[in-house]
């Protein structure tokens, strides 16, 4: 009976289900155009618009599909039928999965063979895209569905959800000063703690349509909910050390990093700015940076050293002061030239009430770094101008000048999530000369696709300058050899993710602030 | 067939049953009347285990209310005054839909079924008047030939001609099937119920074959040679005892034929004439359901 409740369903349901459809495959038909043009800020804009209806117009089809045999109440015909309620369960399933997420697949599809991937990866990327989406928000979509009588019951819970998660995020960011209670999410491990969020999602969801479809249990079924948007939020916050350790687990090659050490360095002397310019580094918020010379050693040929987290002790001043200080990024590269290990500092910063209150005193810093180590994978070179190649790993590549005539630009596409760390810099062909390296560096260390994503492109791109508008700054390479420069584009992937402690004893955190 | 054991269920702080007990034997007509309020309804949407009693059990053949299951299901018909169908399929789309669900469902008598309803097929259920709705849910709940037939209100807003078309279907097609009907209209049942049920404020308070209650009850007036006037000690089986001039009146509930004038005669004396008239069902529920209240009444006071 699955298909003959799934026939009445999309009977009912066609046209809006059309409607979503052809939303959903307007994103990658202009997605593709867009791809085609190169930058378009007008249909960017429209894209976002079109992927932000088709969210909400593919809620609104799930929760309308689920409440066209609704649970709560008495009223409903089909409770007094010989409707199996597994039968029914499987026929919404099967509805979510087919006609709500059939088109957004087609889209996927479509966007990935337009752009001239192959079959074989298209496919790839358009199925992990959709599977995750079905997983993470069609059935826990369809599980709130169950919660709802009609359209109305379920805008009204689904605002007071939103408000409830939003405003609890929002206090406990109030409250932290930041959002530091949520460490782990914006590093590469992120996806360990969305994935412990979605399995705990689906928990929920699991739990809540069997209560309503077994048991016909609204109330219970509403608080489970409702408990499980403080445990969304409370999974959240993952400490950094259990999560950090997960990763650990699943590190490429262990042995890379044996004979990677972190050392105080303090022969470099106190930072000083590569322009000469002599700054006093006090921000908006007053707060006033240490720089910390350190000496990287150990690392291998062609690697990139990247930070994922680390903590600050300050002893010395009275008690230990664990939270006075919050770090800036570390990402420390070795290329392939120099034996000699990588020297360069990291920053601290601190509130100037607390600076000034500990500066001349000696202290004793303790860091904690979680880090990884990432070597090279590829690299490839890529005219700087009208360029175009396309990549096993960086997918679809193209180059070109921007509007101003000041960088050379690079936007590569690719199906599926990008993964890894990227470099890039121009490189004059006749000559060799470089013009500074610029990183984009945003790993994410999953092995599956484990994060939202609006379509099945990954896109990483770079901006590199060659001329400063102003003339302030010179460029190796200019505007006059372009034509003959490329653009290389590094890939580095995680080999090993591991930690070290590095203790300076007695300092005086005035000797190395910066600017003062 | 139907059996509700001590059924209690709580709305909040308002209880809408309160102990309810009845049996429906098998083949029977069985009619749930009651004011509106009296928790018939909620009665039915027990049975139908679309509601879980705070306390007690029903069976609904031969199972508990709370495990019916599609097999249960495909034997119950199920009409309701306010049953939600899918508004936007037609008769006939929603007649193919429940069709397959049915292993017994007989496609000759759906047509024939539908056609003495009038139900046009190409017709929008969202577009059918309040009477024609209820004339769908009867054809959607005539065609597999149910063991058991729960009508919840199934009359209410219909006007007499679309209720006498219900009833035509209904009837034609009752056979051996069990019918449980609620209403608050006692003119409805009337001529169709072969047994009754009697509740109020969510208790039962009469459950009797329909033969035994009209047998039993007699309007009686007695003419005497004197002024009447009420028993100071009246039996309990007279209710509403009232003296008018000569005359004694009051409704007897164990009336049987030939005692009657000798007991009579054992509480107030010599009389002249007894007359004792069989009495409408709609009578014997007034004077059951006033005697009720003032009985109510008194244990408040």
Redesign the interface.
């Known amino acids: 009976?699955v298909w003959?409740i799934f026939k009445?369903d999309l009977?009912?349901m066609w046209r809006m289900a059309l409607a979503v459809a052809l939303v959903h495959l307007a994103a990658p038909a202009i997605l593709i155009k867009l791809a085609q043009l190169g930058n378009n800020s007008g249909l960017g804009s429209l894209v976002d618009l079109i992927q932000m209806v088709g969210i909400f117009g593919t809620a609104i089809l799930i929760v309308a599909t689920v409440q066209?045999d609704a649970i709560p109440?008495?009223?409903?015909?089909w409770?007094?039928?010989?409707?199996?309620r597994t039968d029914l369960l499987l026929s919404k399933i099967v509805f979510v999965a087919i006609i709500v997420q059939g088109p957004i697949l087609l889209g996927d599809l479509m966007e990935c063979l337009a752009l001239g991937f192959s079959l074989q990866s298209s496919l790839a990327a358009a199925v992990s895209r959709n599977l995750w989406m079905l997983l993470a928000i069609d059935l826990p979509l369809m599980a709130f569905g169950t919660l709802t009588k009609n359209l109305a019951e379920a805008v009204v819970g689904g605002l007071v959800i939103t408000v409830t998660v939003s405003g609890l995020i929002a206090t406990l960011n109030q409250l932290d000063g930041g959002a530091r209670w949520q460490e782990t999410l914006r590093t590469g491990v992120a996806w360990i703690t969305q994935s412990i969020t979605i399995l705990l999602v689906l928990l929920v969801t699991a739990i809540v349509l069997g209560f309503q479809y077994y048991r016909r249990k609204t109330t219970p079924a509403r608080w489970t909910t409702g408990l499980a948007c403080f445990l969304f939020v409370a999974s959240l916050s993952m400490p950094w050390r259990p999560v950090f350790a997960v990763q650990q687990r699943f590190s490429k090659n262990p042995a890379a990093v044996r004979s990677v050490a972190i050392a105080f360095e303090p022969s470099l002397g106190k930072f000083r700015d590569p322009s000469g310019m002599r700054r006093s580094d006090r921000n908006e918020n007053e707060t006033i940076a240490v720089a910390l010379p350190l000496r990287f050693s150990g690392l291998p040929a062609n690697a990139v050293l990247k930070m994922d987290h680390s903590t600050v002790r300050l002893t010395g001043v009275g008690a230990v002061a664990k939270d006075l200080a919050t770090f800036s990024d570390l990402e420390i590269r070795k290329g392939s030239l120099s034996a000699e290990p990588v020297t360069d500092y990291q920053s601290i910063r601190f509130r100037s009430e607390d600076y000034n209150r500990i500066k001349d005193q000696q202290t004793s810093i303790e860091i904690d770094y979680s880090l990884t180590l990432l070597t090279l994978a590829a690299s490839h070179g890529i005219p700087a101008a009208h360029g175009e190649q396309r990549t096993p790993d960086l997918g679809w590549c193209r180059t070109r000048v921007n509007s101003a005539g000041t960088a050379a630009q690079l936007i590569c596409l690719a199906p599926g999530q990008i993964k890894g760390c990227a470099t890039a810099f121009l490189e004059h062909l006749p000559t060799a000369i470089r013009n500074p390296e610029r990183s984009n560096c945003y790993p994410d260390y999953s092995r599956y696709w484990a994060q939202f994503q609006l379509d099945a492109i990954g896109r990483i791109g770079f901006s590199l300058p060659f001329r400063d508008a102003a003339g302030l700054a010179r460029y190796p390479i200019e505007g006059s050899k372009i034509g003959e420069s490329q653009i290389v584009v590094r890939i580095y992937k995680a080999q090993d993710h591991f930690t070290r402690r590095i203790v300076i004893p007695e300092i005086r955190l005035s000797d190395w602030a910066v600017g003062i | 067939m139907i059996r509700a054991d001590n059924l209690w269920k709580k709305f909040g702080h308002h209880d809408a049953l309160r102990g309810l007990s009845f049996s429906a034997p098998e083949g029977s007509a069985f009619a749930l009347i009651g004011a509106n309020g009296a928790g018939k309804t909620t009665t039915i949407k027990i049975l139908m285990n679309m509601l879980e009693p705070t306390r007690g059990r029903a069976t609904v053949l031969g199972v508990d209310s709370r495990r019916i299951s599609p097999r249960e299901l495909e034997r119950i018909g199920y009409v309701s005054e306010n049953q939600d169908m899918p508004s936007a399929l037609t008769v006939g789309q929603y007649l193919d839909y429940l069709r397959p669900f049915y292993s017994r469902w007989d496609r000759a008598l759906e047509v024939s079924v539908r056609r003495q309803l009038r139900l046009p097929a190409e017709r929008r259920i969202g577009d059918l008047s309040h009477g024609m709705r209820m004339k769908m849910a009867l054809a959607c709940a005539l065609p597999f030939r149910p063991a058991l037939l729960i009508l919840d209100e199934p009359f209410s807003g219909l006007d007499p001609l679309v209720r006498d078309e219900f009833m035509e279907g209904l009837l034609q097609q009752a056979g051996e099937m069990t019918v449980l009907i609620s209403s608050h209209e006692l003119s409805e049942i009337d001529g169709v119920a072969t047994h009754v049920a009697f509740m109020d404020e969510g208790k039962l308070l009469f459950e009797e074959a329909m033969s035994d209650l009209t047998g039993r009850f007699r309007d009686v007036q007695v003419t005497l040679d004197r002024p009447a006037a009420a028993p100071a000690q009246a039996p309990q089986d007279w209710l509403h005892v009232k003296a008018i001039g000569n005359v004694l009146a009051f409704v007897e509930t164990r009336f049987t034929e030939g005692d009657l004038s000798e007991r009579v005669q054992s509480i107030v004396g010599a009389v002249r004439r007894i007359d004792a008239q069989p009495m409408p069902l709609r009578s014997i529920f007034t004077a059951l359901a006033r005697s009720a209240r003032d009985a109510a009444e008194v244990r408040r006071a």
Not at chain 1, 73 to 77: A, E, F, S, V
Not at chain 1, 79 to 84: D, E, M
């Open positions: 009976m003959h009445k009977r009912l066209q109440g008495m009223r409903q015909d409770l007094a039928r010989p409707v199996k």
